[in-house]
């Protein structure tokens, strides 16, 4: 059998349509997984579906709102009905640039129901699954903002302290039934949604931004959307059974290097 294998192995990837979450899609489906990308946005589902057939990879796409579980609920069922779930991964998330005072109501709570009630949301559909087949991984998408502080990232980084909650509190409960669940928490990683981000909040300094936020991780570089998938292929393989309850920074050295 290959290293890192996932041979029929059921996958649900969240927010798998573009950036980390596509990526994470193709490694698994390479390696042999079932994968199901949850994907809000419709358009960009089906856009994974064609790249990823393209690749020669075959993959299913279905357009829910994390946020929402009785949307995800009905939503789970019908993809475990003819097996299990025996890989979750909560990586569909939104960000934030904000401060505690410059923070609305409005942006506050969609942050909550986006990146940590859709967690829980996931994780609720798809334990009992787990459970009854004794077995299951589950890796949750954190950041370097849920374990240091980042200026202005205000509620971003109140969602992603959660994050890292869950993943302890849910490997704790789970331990009997031999579920696992860890987390991976990224710097700046070079997405499509970054190169959004700043062209909507520096217009004009596209260039200049970018360079300066690469260059907040001591590596010298923001990541790639591939390094971040190897690292959750990893987690999420038989290889990995001994890990359980750990958030795993990949950062370019930002959390123990920045400053020295």
Do not use: W
């Not at 949750?140 to 202005?152: C, F, L, R, T």
Request: net charge neutral; proline share 3%.
């Amino acid at each position: 059998m290959a290293i890192f294998s996932l041979a029929n192995k059921t996958t649900v990837i969240t927010g798998g349509g573009s950036g980390i979450g596509k990526e994470i899609a193709i490694a698994f489906a390479r390696q042999g997984a079932s994968v199901h990308i949850i994907e809000n946005d419709a358009k960009a589902g089906d856009q994974a579906v064609l790249d990823l057939k393209q690749m020669g990879l075959n993959i299913k796409t279905h357009r829910a709102d994390v946020s929402q579980y009785d949307e995800i609920h009905p939503l789970v069922n019908s993809i475990a009905k003819n097996g299990s779930i025996d890989i979750l991964i909560n990586n569909a998330g939104i960000a934030h640039i904000g401060t505690a005072e410059s923070t609305d109501e409005e942006a506050f709570d969609r942050l909550y129901k986006v990146n940590v009630k859709g967690v829980f949301n996931c994780v609720k559909a798809c334990i009992p699954f787990m459970k009854k087949a004794k077995k299951g991984c589950i890796l949750n998408m954190g950041s370097i903002a849920g374990s240091v502080g980042i200026n202005d990232r205000f509620a971003y980084s109140m969602t992603k302290g959660a994050v890292l909650s869950m993943t302890y509190s849910i490997a704790k409960d789970y331990l009997d039934h031999n579920i696992r669940c860890n987390s991976i928490s990224p710097a700046r990683v070079h997405t499509p949604f970054v190169d959004g981000f700043i062209k909507n909040n520096y217009p004009g300094k596209e260039e200049e931004m970018f360079e300066k936020l690469s260059k907040t991780q001591p590596i010298g570089r923001m990541g790639t959307p591939e390094e971040i998938a190897s690292l959750a292929l990893y987690l999420c393989s038989d290889e990995a059974g001994f890990i359980t309850g750990t958030d795993y920074p990949i950062d370019g050295g930002f959390i123990k290097l920045n400053g020295k």
